[in-house]
């Protein structure tokens, strides 16, 4: 059906609550939801100044979410608590990449380092009992990654520019491009769903590089962010513009809101860049995961609008999307030239490690797009759900 003010737009439930959970009828209500048309609403946490979404800045901190396993109902358990002792079950699978109970533990460890959970104490970000743990699942996390992925650590710092290119040239499946195919209004609200728990602290990850760079490559480094920032103004913002999209979608564009329904898969695209972004060691990931970020995101951005725009989304809906075409096609020069150059010229040694960051997204990516499709597919959504 069309949308509009005060029409019937398609809208699928995605809150869902332990009271949910806990209640069979009320779960196959849920699903059913997903496909029941709703009255359009203006969303409440969101305040329009022009086509600017401006997030409130007093917005409450997100739910600690619903625990999907040992290991993230012991995480959970102990931050909705004071600091102390936390015990947890050893990692047991070799599936991290894809692990429900795992990903959502990590993720809210990381949490902790943005805006938090309400309600949690924020003493726990650096306590040392959590980090341990936490360092247990970046272990089993990073282990994974790098088993599925080639060693490129005897790499000359010569050879990672065109190593770049030529990964960013792989012409495998294309997420946008089936979108483009055969993506609906639902699918766009799903992606959007999907992408809320990184898009609403876009460059967020990226930024803890900067001390950590020198010379070129910090100045690169900033040139990047500053775009992601908006250049100062808050509404230009690209987290900003991603809410805007949201509210388009009508979507909630608080953050964290859609916490409980990110699969794994999603959770994983975002605990990577917090790993590389929260050690030191990884700054050569980091810089390799952002450039290959710029590196692949034109053509995608392109179609994802033009998708959108055939579905009737207004503009401020698609702007997000039509700003990283335009600001990414110098981007990914600099991230090249300047970012990874900079840095391999100050320090070869990083080169393998700048290409691990680009092969992780890679395929962390390339786990996500497989995962949604499949799911669409089979007429499923491809949210989490208990």
């Excluded at 799903?190 to 990184?198: F, K």
């Excluded at 010379?215 to 809410?243: N, P």
């Amino acid at each position: 059906m069309k949308g509009g003010s005060g029409e019937l737009e398609q809208k699928c439930v995605v809150d869902v609550s332990v009271a949910v959970r806990q209640s069979p009828e009320l779960m196959k209500a849920s699903r059913l939801a997903l496909c029941m048309p709703v009255v359009h609403t203006n969303v409440a946490s969101a305040e329009r100044q022009g086509t600017a979404v401006r997030r409130n800045d007093r917005n409450p901190k997100p739910r600690l979410p619903s625990p999907r396993g040992p290991i993230s109902h012991e995480v959970i358990k102990a931050l909705s608590r004071p600091t102390g002792p936390v015990k947890v079950p050893h990692v047991g699978t070799d599936e991290v990449l894809t692990d429900e109970d795992l990903q959502l533990a990590l993720y809210c460890c990381y949490e902790l380092h943005y805006q938090g959970f309400d309600d949690v104490s924020e003493d726990w970000e650096w306590d040392p009992c959590l980090l341990k743990v936490r360092s247990e699942l970046e272990k089993a996390f990073e282990s994974r990654l790098r088993a599925a992925l080639t060693d490129d650590r005897g790499i000359a710092a010569e050879d990672v520019p065109d190593a770049l290119w030529q990964l960013s040239r792989d012409d495998g499946f294309s997420l946008s491009g089936w979108l483009l195919e055969h993506g609906s209004r639902y699918h766009a609200r799903e992606i959007a769903i999907h992408r809320s728990g990184y898009q609403l602290k876009e460059a967020d990850p990226h930024t803890w590089a900067i001390p950590r760079l020198n010379g070129r490559a910090k100045a690169a480094m900033v040139t990047i962010q500053s775009d992601e920032y908006g250049g100062g103004v808050a509404a230009a913002m690209h987290s900003s513009l991603f809410a805007d999209a949201m509210v388009a979608l009508d979507l909630d564009p608080t953050y964290g809101v859609y916490l409980d329904r990110l699969p794994a898969v999603t959770l994983a695209t975002t605990n990577l860049i917090s790993m590389f972004g929260l050690h030191r060691r990884l700054r050569g990931a980091l810089v390799g995961h952002l450039a290959s970020f710029e590196m692949n995101s034109v053509g995608p951005m392109a179609r994802y609008s033009t998708w959108l725009k055939s579905l009737g989304v207004p503009k401020c809906g698609c702007q997000f999307y039509d700003v990283h075409v335009e600001a990414d096609e110098s981007h990914q020069h600099v991230a090249v030239d300047d970012l990874v150059g900079g840095l391999l010229e100050a320090e070869p040694d990083q080169a393998g490690a700048v290409l691990f960051g680009a092969k992780a997204v890679a395929l962390i990516e390339r786990n996500f797009a497989e995962h949604v499709t499949s799911a669409w597919k089979n007429d499923r959504t491809s949210l989490w759900t208990p």
